[in-house]
């Protein structure tokens, strides 16, 4: 007995062995992948910019501030973020319910319906919101109400863009959890909100910090809709950044509100970090398609019409508003146009940004699911040491820095041999890569190490490699995960803006870049070409995301 213990303990011990080292292999990828393609060029533009009155000036960072308008900048950035993300999660939590636990008609649909503005260029939701809620929109006509001049537009706006990171990434988890724990509680005489609130609350709690983590980064760096919206009242640190960059030409004072917001932001990863492995538990995961059924009792159904009402009237109707602005000049004038080049806005007739969109968008999601399905895998076992924990965070990154400094990083650092890829078209992928594979590793991470760390142990215990326990164990429990980290991908991919519109080529213009270059026109024609082409946007994406979820579907069966 005692040596068949020895030979199960030596082969336990050098199956944990070749676990640590193909955890290593599998973080080389993506850490080759981040200290090229964003370590370096943020680096590269940071330093010019610290560097460009003829040195280094680290005490510019105290004379920046101090100045009493970036002090106000910092403390809006800051508490818009974290109203923004509870107000999201006040919102959203009960759809990720509805669709991960009640079936319904029509549900495929309107999952694929609630992604499409979170892809969605930001100049374009907050143009949508400034039709609904300033002067002359909906509100105003209907009420004689205005938002334009209050930060409630931008809190909206923010809801509206981030709904979906909510529901996708919380009711991922939620469908697959086992609900006869929860029954088990009520059987015990739990109250159905005692319930959920001493079991699936805390199962979910990983999940519902990525969100929120998410969410915080995106508004904390938003930049399209507080121009937009904010006018010259309200400014966020990436703002100021692209005013700091691209109007007043100061590089310096740009590079110090960079290092700020980096810093602000590897804060925030960190503490997230800390407090999700502490409250990280293995989990039992079912086949999420056995979990959804039909409303039952006032309460869910009343809970259904609710949420309903809400995705109608914060995400349908500002969809709605942008479609008819498409369709107000006779005979699809504004559509017919984006078939001509005017040779002014475009080297070629706008239509074409839809395929070249797509193409990027595909690449870019084969990238982003390569990285980030690599990263997920390697940060699975809860034995890793620091500096894997570390790259947790650091894999967050790109959705917290500034997405200007990482275009123009880009452009300075990467137009040299080897690296010179100025002039090649897998920029841009590589670009919206960067935005993606946050979203892969933080849809599957939940869910890799909600899996039973035991099952892995056992499987390389009798032999199995790690390759075989990646196929075996983890792949049939995270499939469904990975297709829902793919079209989150996809979506980020097809609607990134921030560093792809300098990077993009003249010849071959994103839909977002080609949207945001005619609403820099003036001009009733330029204006309904830009809702046109968003409108298109919105179909392009609705129907990718709907062949996902049909996909996705019809292979939850297989596990």
Do not use: K
């Not at 080389?28 to 010019?48: D, K, L, N, T």
């Not at 979203?439 to 760390?453: S, Y």
């Amino acid at each position: 007995m005692d040596l068949a213990r020895t030979e199960v303990s030596e082969v336990s011990g050098r199956g944990s062995r070749a676990g640590s080292a193909a955890r290593l292999g599998l973080m080389a990828v993506p850490v080759a992948f981040f200290a090229v393609f964003f370590a370096y060029p943020v680096a590269a533009i940071v330093a010019r910019g610290l560097g460009a009155d003829g040195g280094w000036r680290f005490g510019a960072l105290w004379d920046v501030l101090a100045q009493s308008g970036i002090r106000h900048v910092l403390w809006f950035t800051t508490w818009q973020a974290l109203a923004s993300t509870a107000l999201t999660l006040l919102v959203a939590l009960p759809a990720a319910y509805v669709f991960a636990r009640l079936e319904f008609p029509g549900r495929q649909v309107l999952r694929a319906v609630v992604t499409v503005p979170f892809v969605l260029p930001t100049v374009v939701v907050g143009t949508a919101f400034l039709a609904l809620v300033g002067r002359g929109g909906l509100l105003d006509v209907l009420w004689g109400v205005r938002l334009d001049t209050t930060v409630w537009a931008i809190l909206l706006a923010h809801v509206f863009f981030n709904y979906a990171v909510v529901v996708r990434t919380v009711g991922g988890l939620w469908s697959q959890l086992d609900p006869r724990q929860e029954e088990a509680a009520r059987m015990l005489g739990a109250s159905r909100l005692t319930a959920w609130r001493t079991v699936t609350l805390p199962a979910l709690g990983p999940a519902v910090a990525a969100a929120a983590l998410m969410v915080f980064l995106f508004t904390f760096t938003s930049f399209g809709v507080v121009q937009i919206l904010g006018g010259p009242t309200f400014s966020t640190l990436e703002v100021e950044i692209y005013r700091q960059t691209s109007e007043i030409f100061d590089l310096s004072t740009a590079a110090v509100l960079t290092l700020v917001q980096f810093a602000a932001v590897g804060a925030i990863l960190g503490v997230h970090a800390w407090t999700v492995r502490r409250r990280e538990s293995a989990l039992r995961l079912v086949d999420a398609s056995t979990t959804a059924r039909r409303p039952r009792g006032a309460g869910q159904w009343a809970l259904l019409a609710g949420v309903l009402a809400t995705i109608a009237v914060l995400l349908v109707l500002p969809l709605a508003v942008l479609a008819q602005r498409s369709f107000d000049a006779p005979g699809f004038a504004y559509y017919r146009a984006l078939t001509r080049d005017d040779g002014n806005v475009f080297l070629v007739p706008p239509i074409e940004a839809i395929g070249n969109s797509l193409e990027y968008a595909v690449v870019a999601t084969a990238i982003a699911v390569l990285v980030g399905g690599l990263a997920a895998a390697a940060l699975t076992r809860r034995d890793a040491g620091r500096l894997v924990r570390g790259f947790d965070a650091l894999l967050m990154l790109p959705l917290g820095v500034s997405a200007v400094t990482v275009g123009f990083g880009f452009l300075i650092a990467l137009d040299e041999p080897p690296l010179d890829l100025r002039g090649t078209w897998i920029l841009v992928p590589l670009a919206q890569a960067l935005v993606g594979v946050p979203f892969v590793v933080r849809t599957m991470l939940p869910v890799l190490r909600a899996v039973d760390h035991r099952l892995r142990e056992a499987a390389a215990v009798l032999g199995a490699s790690p390759w075989r326990v990646w196929r075996e164990v983890d792949l049939p429990m995270v499939r469904r995960a990975l297709l829902v980290a793919a079209g989150f991908a996809f979506a980020v991919s097809l609607g990134e803006f921030g560093a792809t519109v300098f990077i993009a080529r003249p010849d071959n213009p994103t839909l977002p870049v080609a949207v945001a270059r005619l609403l820099g026109r003036a001009g009733e024609l330029n204006y309904g070409q830009a809702m046109a082409l968003s409108t298109i946007l919105m179909v392009v994406c609705a129907v990718a995301l709907l062949v996902l979820e049909r996909l996705r579907t019809d292979r939850a069966g297989d596990f």
